[in-house]
């Protein structure tokens, strides 16, 4: 499912009202009555008695669309008005007349305290203040009445968006209310399915609102939801160089786990051949705990880091590698740094740099990305993003799909953004939202599970943006079957590690319903 701004939302709606004659009224109809589907279903209409919060703007237009259909269905609707009824324009001014005139309470407020004693009587809230037209933090009366609905503790539903969310990040402007189902029309806003904004909204439910699928599916939106394809049958007939033969270039004195997690993760996923070159001295301690990597150990500097002296032995390894990952616990030693940029230069395939191989690139060094002829994968956190794009996180979480899309553009790089609800950006500015993972995954060496996982992706045969979107899918997927398992608090790499062969059965063999729910977003007529 495609995902949109707020932009490309109101060009949709005046894309349907233009050139389909699809006018403003039935956009708002369909809407409200999407809207009350789910209410009727998860509360009932018949004796219920809601309070609906209506802005001044078309989110209050639907509002007044939902407390129309409760009336209608033997529920009473109690409207409170936050914004002005006389600002109501076009369809929304249309829904007021005829509320207006039906037998419905309509209170104006200006101030919250006058409807405090009205939770107490209602069976649930509706949520229509704001919508995608939010444009500042959110204040006074507007602010107190959130955080009363919030306080009530009775079920709440919010239309399009829960008010507070900005429709483009997910970042809440000031406060937001947490809802326990959001329907959101169109296509899901980015804010719906970023956190928090996702996590604000409960259960998001989707309504095309009658718009064509030529609107919805347009290849002019950039941003899907992920549902990587099907992994490749494995070949019966296959040895271990059929399923990827990757070289890690990775660790340092002290950082063992890093390397061990990325290539283990690799053969766990399903990868064929993984070759971990790391410094002489760490090896042993690796080897102890993965014999069946094939270790290639490193000329080491001073500080126990790789020495840039190992560039023409690693050079030559890699002509024959599918993939090579750099950067995992390779440290900030400045030599080591530089063998990352030197086999950034050299490496003629694909190349994936992660953590300490990341900050390598950074700065000055990104233009030896751009002159890449191999693909390049680059799986920044957000601390990282910043340090690849200059800007701030601040600045970053402003504009995070934005930012993404400019940057693996910019760098003709495949680039993984890490967080709740991962993003992928392709140099083709296409970017995906993955919908597998838990909290529990913020946790250390996940990453380097993640990058074991993508290049596992790879060497099973998908092609690199599939694979690195399967890798993150897998890899989220694992940790939900450990923490399952496990609950969400325990889970450290090695668990999303061992739960890697569990992930890969369940994708060729199918995810089980409950999971499965959770990585869709619900459509509704
Ligand atoms: N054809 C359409 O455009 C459709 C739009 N729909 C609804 O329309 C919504 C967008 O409508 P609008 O663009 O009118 O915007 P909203 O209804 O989201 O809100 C805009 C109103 O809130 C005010 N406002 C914004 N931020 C504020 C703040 N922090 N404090 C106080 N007031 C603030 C604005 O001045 C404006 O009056 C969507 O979210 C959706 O619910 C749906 O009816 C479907 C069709
Ligand atoms: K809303």
Known sequence: MKISSVNEMREM??????????????????????????????????????????????????????????????????????????????????????????????????????????????????????????????????????????????????????????????????????????????????????????????????????????????????????????????????????FGDVLFIAGAAGYYGAPCFAALSFMKAGGGYARLAAPASVTPFIAAKGSELVFIPQKETPSGSIALENRDVLTEISRDMDMVVIGPGISLDRESQELVREMARRADVPLLADGDGITALCGDHTEILRQRKAPTVLTPHMGEMARITGLSVAEISADKVGVLRRTAADLNAVIVLKGAHTLIGLPDQRVFLNMSGNSGMATAGSGDVLTGTIAAMFGLGLPLADAVRKGVFIHGLSGDLAAREKGEDGITARDITEFLPDAMKADREGIDSGLRARYTIDVIA
């Open 13 to 242: 709606d005046r894309a349907a009202i233009e050139q389909y004659g699809i006018i403003e009224e039935i956009l708002m109809e369909n809407a409200g009555l999407a809207a009350f589907g789910v209410i009727a279903e998860q509360i009932g209409a018949e004796g219920k008695a809601f309070l609906i919060f209506c802005g001044g703007g078309n989110n209050g237009g639907d509002g007044l669309v939902v407390a129309r259909k409760i009336h209608s269905d033997g529920g009473k609707a109690h409207i409170i008005m936050l914004g002005d009824p006389d600002g109501f324009r076009g369809a929304a001014r249309t829904n007021f007349n005829i509320v207006s005139r039906l037998p419905v309470t309509i209170t104006r407020i200006s101030a919250a305290d006058e409807v405090r004693g009205e939770f107490e009587r209602c069976d649930a809230v509706v949520d229509a203040i704001f919508g995608t037209g939010l444009v500042r933090d959110v204040g006074g009366k507007y602010r107190e009445i959130i955080e009363m609905i919030n306080a009530a503790r009775k079920p709440v539903i919010s239309l399009d968006i829960p008010s507070g969310v900005h429709g483009d990040t997910g970042n809440v402007m000031g406060v937001s209310v947490r809802a326990d189902h959001t329907i959101t029309f169109g296509l899901p806003k980015i804010g719906n399915l970023l956190y928090p904004g996702y996590a604000l909204g409960g259960t998001l439910h989707v309504t095309h609102i009658s718009f064509p699928p030529s609107l919805y599916r347009s290849d002019a939106l950039h941003m899907a939801v992920s549902v990587p394809p099907a992994l490749p049958p494995r070949n019966p007939d296959g040895h271990k160089g059929s």
